[in-house]
Nanobody, 121 residues
Framework: VQLQASGGGLVQAGGSLGLSCAASGDTFDTYGMGWFRQAPGKEREFVAAVSWSGDTIEYANSVKGRFTISRNSAKDMVYLQMNNLIPEDTAIYYC???????????????WGQGTQVTVSS
């Protein structure tokens, strides 16, 4: 499956941004979808994931209550709505697709190209 992320940008602290990730090339409904991020000088970290069925959703503690992941199987899309952004959310955000459920393993699944999110204080 191929992934194309979009929607990043520059926003002030307390603001909101929505990210989108379009999937193509395989049966979308068989994939768990997730978002990861990588800040300068840091390792890539998990942000949020939704299972292939949409029944299971998971968030990193750092974004719980502020970010919402969702998927639209009719459009082969996954979204990440980010509210109440803080400077620590500044990173490149990557979407990931993996059969059935997203794992933390960087060597498994397919990755999009990343989109930059910058939160100014």
């Amino acid at each position: 499956v191929q992934l194309q992320a979009s929607g990043g940008g520059l926003v002030q602290a307390g603001g909101s941004l929505g990210l989108s990730c379009a999937a193509s090339g395989d049966t979308f409904d068989t994939y768990g979808m997730g978002w990861f991020r990588q800040a300068p000088g840091k390792e890539r970290e998990f942000v949020a994931a939704v299972s292939w069925s949409g029944d299971t959703i998971e968030y990193a503690n750092s974004v719980k209550g502020r970010f919402t992941i969702s998927r639209n199987s009719a459009k082969d899309m996954v979204y990440l709505q980010m509210n109440n952004l803080i400077p620590e959310d500044t990173a490149i955000y990557y979407c990931k697709a993996e059969r059935l459920a997203v794992t933390r393993r960087p060597d498994l699944g397919s990755w999009g190209q990343g989109t930059q999110v910058t939160v100014s204080s």
